[in-house]
C-alpha cells in the first residue's frame, strides 16, 4: 500500500467515527429532552391528581373551612406542626391546652390535626383544627429539609356533654 492510500484510509475512516460519535451524541440528547419533558408532563399530572385528592377528602366534611388569609402566620416553612400551631396561635397562648398529631399519608403531603382547648373559659369547648401541607421542594442544598406550605385548613367545635367529647356543628351550650 502506498503512503496516499494509507492517510486516504485514516482521514475516511476518522471522518466516519467523528459522524457516528455526533450522532449518538445528538440521539442521546434528544432522548433525554424527550424523556425528562414526559417526566416533567407526570409530575404536573401527578400535582393535578393529589390536588383533586385534596379536595374531595372525605375527612374534609365535618370540618369548616377556614380561608388561607384568615391565618395568622406564613404558609410555608420546613416544619409541618410548627407551620400548622403558628396559623392559630403565633404567640402561643399559655391558657391553651394543644395536641398536635402529625401525619404522612404520602410523600408529598402532611395532615396536621390540632385539639385546642381554652382553660381560661368556664365552659371548655375543645376545637380541633385541621391543616394540610404539600411539599414544594427543598430550599438550597439536596440535604436541607423539605419546604412545606399550607394548602387547606379547617376546624370544628366539640362539645362537653357529661365529660365525654361529642361532635357540634351548632354552638355548644
Not at 414526559?38 to 375527612?59: D, F, G, H
Not at 373551612?65 to 403558628?86: E, Q
Not at 385539639?115 to 414544594?136: C, D, G, H, M, W
Not at 419546604?147 to 376546624?155: D, E, H, P, R
Request: proline fraction near 5%.
Amino acid at each position: 500500500m502506498s503512503a496516499k492510500f494509507k492517510i486516504f484510509l485514516v482521514l475516511t475512516l476518522s471522518l466516519f467515527a467523528s459522524a457516528v460519535v455526533a450522532g449518538v451524541y445528538i440521539i442521546k440528547r434528544w432522548h433525554f429532552s424527550t424523556i425528562s419533558t414526559t417526566e416533567e408532563q407526570q409530575q404536573i399530572k401527578a400535582k393535578e391528581i393529589s390536588t383533586q385528592k385534596i379536595v374531595t377528602n372525605p375527612y374534609r366534611a365535618k370540618y369548616k373551612s377556614i380561608p388561607l388569609t384568615r391565618l395568622k402566620s406564613v404558609l410555608k416553612g420546613t416544619d409541618p406542626a410548627t407551620l400548622a400551631v403558628n396559623a392559630f396561635d403565633p404567640n402561643y397562648s399559655k391558657q391553651l391546652t394543644r395536641k398536635v398529631e402529625v401525619a404522612y399519608p404520602q410523600p408529598n403531603r402532611a395532615m396536621v390535626t390540632i385539639t385546642q382547648t381554652n382553660l381560661a373559659l368556664s365552659k371548655p369547648k375543645p376545637i380541633k383544627y385541621r391543616v394540610e401541607l404539600t411539599s414544594f421542594g427543598r430550599s438550597l442544598l439536596v440535604s436541607s429539609p423539605q419546604l412545606w406550605q399550607i394548602v387547606w385548613a379547617g376546624s370544628y367545635e366539640q362539645c362537653l356533654v357529661g365529660g365525654t367529647t361529642v361532635l357540634s356543628n351548632s354552638n355548644c351550650r
